[in-house]
């Protein structure tokens, strides 16, 4: 169990295709979502050559600040089925 103050970073290949995840663990969990936080929207992650479905994610909580990063270049786009996201998180 994490402390409720705790810093908490959450991230990975989520899987949702609908798009309920971010209610649901903000609700329940406090997480929030980085990419959705700064751009309104989760990035789009795969596939990986033609990205069109936002599947990846990278949530967090009792953070100072977290800017995405989505590394859409070789030889990223080549090393996974999905294009690997990042953030710049500070404690």
């Known amino acids: ?3 409720p103050a705790a810093p908490l970073l ?3 290949d989520f899987n949702d295709w609908r798009g309920r995840a971010h209610s649901v663990l903000l609700r329940e969990a406090g997480l929030q979502e980085v990419f959705v936080q ?3 929207r989760a990035a ?3 596939p990986a050559r ?3 479905l936002r599947l990846d ?3 967090t909580r009792n953070v100072r600040s977290a800017t995405p990063v989505q590394l859409l270049r070789k030889p990223w786009s080549h090393l996974s ?3 690997p996201l990042g953030a710049e998180v500070q404690l």
Request: aromatic share 14%; glycine share 10%.
């Open 44 to 46: 789009r992650s795969y």
């Open 81 to 83: 089925d999905h294009i």
């Open 1 to 3: 169990e994490i402390p």
């Open 38 to 40: 700064n751009t309104g």
């Open 50 to 52: 033609w990205p069109l």
């Open 57 to 59: 994610r990278i949530y």
């Open 10 to 12: 959450v991230a990975g």
